[in-house]
C-alpha cells in the first residue's frame, strides 16, 4: 500500500521561508513521480512542482519557480519542498501526491495523496 505523510506546513510572514517534507512509501516501480499540489480556498487543485524519484525530472509551476525547490533524499524515501520568499498567495492546504511513472501538473494523473498540510502567509 503506497503512503505519503506530508509535514512541516505552518504560518509564516509574507517573505519568509517552509519547508514541506513528504515521507513515502509502498512503492513498487522503480522510477515513480511525487507531485507538489496546493488548494487555496474556493479554487481548484494546482500543481507547483513535482520530481522523479530518480531525480531525472523536475517541473515547477511558473509563478514559484524562483523561489520554490523540490529535491528527495532517497535513503530517508522523503521528497522536500523548499519555499523562499513566501507570497500572502502562496497561502494553501499542499498536498504530496504520487504516481506509477512520470511526473507532471495535473492532479488527475496522480494515485495517491498525502493528507495535506496547511501553509498560511501574512502581510
Known amino acids: 500500500e503506497v503512503q505519503l505523510v506530508e509535514s512541516g506546513g505552518g504560518a509564516v510572514q509574507a517573505g519568509g521561508s517552509l519547508r514541506l517534507s513528504c515521507v513515502v512509501s509502498?512503492?513498487?516501480?522503480?522510477?515513480?513521480?511525487i507531485g507538489w499540489f496546493r488548494q487555496a480556498p474556493g479554487k481548484e487543485r494546482e500543481g507547483v512542482s513535482c520530481?522523479?524519484?530518480?531525480?531525472?525530472?523536475?517541473g515547477y509551476r511558473a509563478s514559484v519557480q524562483d523561489r520554490f525547490t523540490v529535491s528527495s533524499d532517497n535513503a530517508k524515501n522523503t521528497f522536500y519542498l523548499q519555499m523562499n520568499s513566501l507570497k500572502v498567495e502562496d497561502t494553501a492546504v499542499y498536498y504530496c501526491a504520487g504516481r506509477n511513472q512520470g511526473i507532471g501538473h495535473v492532479a488527475d494523473n496522480y494515485n495517491y495523496w498525502g493528507q495535506g498540510t496547511q501553509v498560511t502567509v501574512s502581510s
Open positions: 520530481l522523479s524519484k530518480r531525480g531525472n525530472n523536475v
Open positions: 509502498g512503492f513498487t516501480f522503480d522510477d515513480y513521480g
